[in-house]
């Protein structure tokens, strides 16, 4: 990543959720099962709030950067890719939306054809509403499925039923977006590989352009989290859940998905843009509540409660404490990068990162990572696409990947000894 990378990228949280679910920490409030933007004085607010934010880019600088805070420059690109995350984006009304949407335009501009992604979840939202968000610009939404048996929806805290996956699928092929994701998770307290692999047919069944797999992780003051020490029953074992993340990459592989990135399936052409700014590393805005930016190489994460948000608002200077990182040093970068990069089945190309580290870093790179050649997890390859051999010289090297989906499934023990190599 350099750091006067064009943005293209804007990410906006809305932090608002019927429920909490008992496996989540994210940064939310929780609103009640009736509330929805039409009616909740909270989300009206905040979406006030998110659009003063937004225009107050414009006012004082690109990037809130620390020592020159205050810097008025021209925005040089459009937006690119644009997504509403959560939280549950599909409370906003399609006015709010709207708002939101036309406030980006106005600040930094839309290109057309621009990737426009909500996060929706299953009855929250209609007809109406999903025709409003389209008319509005949204071009691909996410559902937040997660699993499609009942008991497992239960166990895990979720507001919605199965019955609303397929309501909500029917709807957006109604409304005729043909771009949209589903998510599921594994690893659920109780949850079966026959039950995964239900939920992957089920899933396919749907015919979405994008699937994506997440390993249930045990948080620290989720319900979960106090509930269960990790290997607890009724979770499953470490074995059973890399067998569901095998089953999940055959499965889909099977049905036409290609495994892009560790827990990302698409059909092809259909990779989520934003989500790649940030596995290649770019810089993107980031707006709202908890929401994380990275511009001019620093990454800044705003308060994570809606008091502390807005307080900040009110003199939005970014204190060092609040200073997610300060990527100063070039190790910390490299490694950065290759954390991020290495989640991509295309891997990581060596010549971006001699340019941006030099010679010395890379072939120190490679004496960490060509010991997990054998057992197969890092993968090299030559310009022409062919796979080299163990023993190479990092020279010979156009690209290095971890494999799939053995290498994406140890791929921390692979970052934990590229930490220790660079002491990070
Ligand atoms: S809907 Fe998503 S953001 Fe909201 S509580 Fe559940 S997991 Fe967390």
Redesign the pocket.
Known sequence: MLHNDAITAAYLHIPF?R???Y??D?P?SVVGDRKTGHNSGMIQEYVDKLCGEIRGTTQRSTQPCQTQPYQTQPFPTQLQTIFFG???PSLLTPQQLDRLLTTLNQTFGIAPGAEISIEI?PGTFDRAQLQGYRSAGITRVSL?SQAFQPELLQVCG?THQVEDIYHSAELIHEVGITNYSLDLISGLPSQTVQQWQASLEAAIDLRPTHISTYDLTLEPGTVFGKRYQPGDRPLPTDETTADMYRLASRTLQAAGYEHYEISNYAQPGYACRHNLTYWENRSFYGFGMGATSYVNGQRFARPRTREAYYQWLENPEIPSELLASEIDHTSDRLVETLMVGLRLAKGVAIENLRQQFGNSAIEQVWQCLKRYQAPGWVEAWDATGKRLPPDVSWEEIDRMSLSEPEGFLFSNVVLVSLFEAFGT
Do not use: E, H, Q, S
């Open positions: 959720c429920r909490r679910c496996y989540c994210f939310i959560g939280g549950t979840d937040g979720r």
